[in-house]
């Protein structure tokens, strides 16, 4: 046999088990690693609920708070949680024709610190445009906390700040220096 | 070899004896063997004189030293002994003889007298009532009528007007809160001050103010009643008590916090509440609300406080404005058992 035959037959032979191993690895992969979930045709609905949980959010009402259960899209960080949920919250519930959370509020951003503290960056609109009595302040704030308390696991306390910056008060009748656990005591 | 282990040994006893033993230090002993006296300390000393009494306030930096001074009175003499020598600074004359020896204050009173004795604290002082006494008492030796914190007949008072400045608290129509309760405390101020009462007002004009600054602003004037003026979005009065338990005896150490000063007071923010709730129901004849609640400046406040939330809906009336008025002066009058 001459040595240039004997050379194309190695060349070709190891060009064989190349794409061999090609085929062999795509069609490993393609088994294991989900490509067939890909292929699958999933109804739009269910994986809309798949997406989807359902929160708790506490909105003041009339001197007390009341709570509404609201759909939003299914997250897995705390704070990406709290965002849905103060997003819901900011939004007013759906059964009063007179919303007590500060219209035009919108959050800035979400924080979450090592001591357990969930900080909500709110804007301007939340201190402004807050109309009421201490009851009132009370609920708002309240309501707030306990929306994200129910919701979130892993959140000891929630202390609010405006555009950045820590505040004194948002209605003047309660201290929003400190974070709201312990000043949301009771009302005798 | 021997050598050289002795020396080692040697060695080793000596740095065991300098390490191991306790070194005798001997302490210098004062020259006259007693202890080094104790620092005077600094007493403000005040005079004034209202409706016939007349007060000395004997003030000072030092809790301690206002509750372990004794007074007493015989004949026609009072006197103030205090724990230790003091550096009194007088503010004002007294219109009656005094002196001071030592640690004994002294004060001589020319005529039939009985005296008022209370020691109060933020800040701790000692304030002396010296009232004529009625024509029957002349010959009887005056008594000491009380030592603990009680009203007096002349009584101090911090009026809060809610919000202010470019905090402008409830709107509706026209009206604003932080006009409307300014308004009101300056109508209850004038009422008082005809009456003779020491009375102060957080703000001044339309300025925003802090909760910390107003906090800050009502100790500072130590008041018996402090009453913050605000508006309810209900149609009812609302009177809020701080949620503050009274203070437990094992306590004590809590009460120095700002947060925490309501706790001594809390029964006598609640007789206040209850005094002003029952003379606004008949004046006004609406339903009233006691409400307990959290509210930092009342527990900052180291006085009977209070904070009065009037309704929206009648606080422009200005018939209805001056019914108020008066009902507060008469709840704070019969809070002081005048």
């Keep these: ?188 | 070899m021997r050598k050289l282990m002795t020396v080692f040994a040697v060695l080793v006893i000596l740095s065991v004896s300098g390490t191991g033993h306790p070194v005798e230090t001997k302490l210098p002993v004062p020259k006259s063997g007693a202890a080094p006296a104790a620092p005077a300390a600094d007493v403000f000393l005040r005079f004034s004189k209202h409706e016939g009494i007349s007060r000395i306030v004997f003030e000072t930096a030092d809790e301690s030293f206002i509750k372990n001074t004794t007074v007493t009175s015989e004949r026609n003499q009072i006197k103030v002994l205090f724990p230790s020598n003091l550096n009194l600074k007088a503010q004002g004359n007294p219109d009656m003889e005094t002196s001071l020896k030592g640690n004994l204050y002294t004060i001589t009173v020319n005529s039939p007298f009985r005296i008022k004795v209370l020691k109060l604290s933020s800040p701790p002082r000692l304030s002396v009532d010296i009232m004529a006494a009625a024509k029957d008492e002349g010959r009887k030796p005056a008594a000491v009528e009380a030592t603990g914190p009680a009203i007096t007949p002349n009584i101090r008072v911090v009026l809060d007007p809610g919000h202010g400045g470019y905090e402008v608290g409830i709107v509706s129509g026209d009206l604003r809160e932080k006009d409307l309760t300014f308004s009101l405390a300056r109508s209850v101020e004038a009422a008082l001050l005809k009456k003779n009462k020491t009375v102060f007002l957080t703000r001044k004009a339309d300025q925003f103010l802090s909760i910390t600054d107003r906090a800050i602003f009502a100790n500072q004037k130590a008041p018996d009643v402090f009453i913050s003026l605000h508006l309810s979005m209900t149609d009812n009065f609302v009177i809020y008590i701080s949620a503050a338990e009274p203070a437990s005896p094992d306590a004590a150490g809590e009460l120095y916090g700002l947060m925490s000063r309501q706790r001594r007071y809390a029964d006598k923010s609640k007789a206040l509440a209850e005094g002003l709730g029952n003379v606004l129901k008949e004046e006004l004849k609406r339903d009233i609300i006691l409400r307990k609640m959290d509210l930092p400046l009342l527990a900052s406040v180291g006085a009977a406080s209070v904070m009065v939330e009037l309704p929206v809906t009648v606080a422009s009336d200005q018939s209805v404005k001056t019914k108020i008025t008066e009902s507060l002066l008469k709840g704070i009058a019969s809070y002081a058992g005048q």
């Design chain 1, 1 to 188: 046999m001459p040595a240039n035959r004997k050379r194309i037959l190695w060349v070709l032979v190891f060009a064989l088990l190349f794409l061999g191993g090609i085929a062999g690895g795509f069609f490993y992969f393609s088994r294991n690693f989900g490509f067939k979930q890909a292929a699958e045709t999933v109804p739009q609905e269910a994986r809309q609920a798949e997406d989807a949980s359902f929160v708790r959010v506490y909105y003041p009402s009339e001197g007390r708070l009341v709570m509404e259960e609201r759909r939003v899209k299914r997250q897995v960080a705390i704070t990406a949680i709290a965002e849905e949920i103060v997003n819901e919250f900011l939004k007013g519930p759906s059964t009063m024709a007179k919303s007590a959370v500060p219209p035009g509020t919108k959050l800035l951003a979400v924080y979450y610190g090592s001591d357990g503290i969930l900080y909500l960056d709110l804007s301007d609109e939340f201190r402004r445009n807050f109309q009421g009595d201490a009851l009132n302040e009370f609920l708002l704030l309240k309501g707030l906390y306990d929306s994200i308390i129910s919701n979130v696991t892993g959140v000891d306390d929630v202390k609010v700040i405006i555009e950045g910056k820590e505040i004194e008060s948002i209605g003047g009748h309660f201290l929003a220096l400190y974070p709201l656990k312990n000043m949301l005591a009771e009302v005798k």
